[in-house]
């Protein structure tokens, strides 16, 4: 299984516009990050975990052509506001597959209507196979796709888990059964978002305090923004198996 970190920054990306904060001024790479996103590869399977605004930049450098399903955690702009950018996939494979709770599709119908359209649809516009999913496991070809329900301020978002592998985004508090969920992990990403606390999202402080109740043998912090400083200053100071993630990280479990 191969993961791509296609971004790992949060809702404004870094460097935010207009900013003259010392990370959004960094020459370093590490410190450019375009809004979270992932994707997991198989030999015979490719899903995209959400589709941000920067969707089109990320597929393009990360020289990805074919996405066989779109997973959203939840309906925020940084998370979903790429979909149109998915024409291409479906102009060569068809209708997108793609998996999100009931409440994200409604969201994304109301915002995108024109592709949700039946009759009258304007030419050239996508279509999506949609299937509704709860805090339950499901199938993609096969491969088991665990939901882990944790809540965003009092938005609940989904994480999830497929293999020894998960994913968890946008998180502030997780339910001690969700936790169960997320036992003998090889590799978990979860947001760390900034030093100082914040409403709904887990700070560093909660992200590594999250890594060492789970044990994961590795993780990788993601949704990150300038506040929590410059990326090789803070990977100094993490755990050995906690690690910063960076746009176009690829890892391999």
Known sequence: MKITFLGTGTSQGIPIIGSNHPVCLSKNKKDKRLRVSVLLEWENLTLLIDCGPDFRQQVLRANCTQIDAVLFTHEHSDHTAGIDDLRPFYYRQGDILAYAHERVVKALEKRFGYIFKTENKYPGVLTFDFKMIKNAPFLIKNKEIIPIQVYHYKLAVFGFRTDDFAYITDAKTVPNEEIDKLQDLEVLVVNALRKEPHISHFNLEEALAFIEL????????????????????????????????YDELKITI
């Open 214 to 245: 789970v044990k994961p043998k590795k993780a990788y912090l993601t949704h990150i923004s300038h506040h929590l400083g410059f990326h090789d200053e803070v990977q100094k100071t993490l755990p050995k198996n906690v690690f910063l993630a």
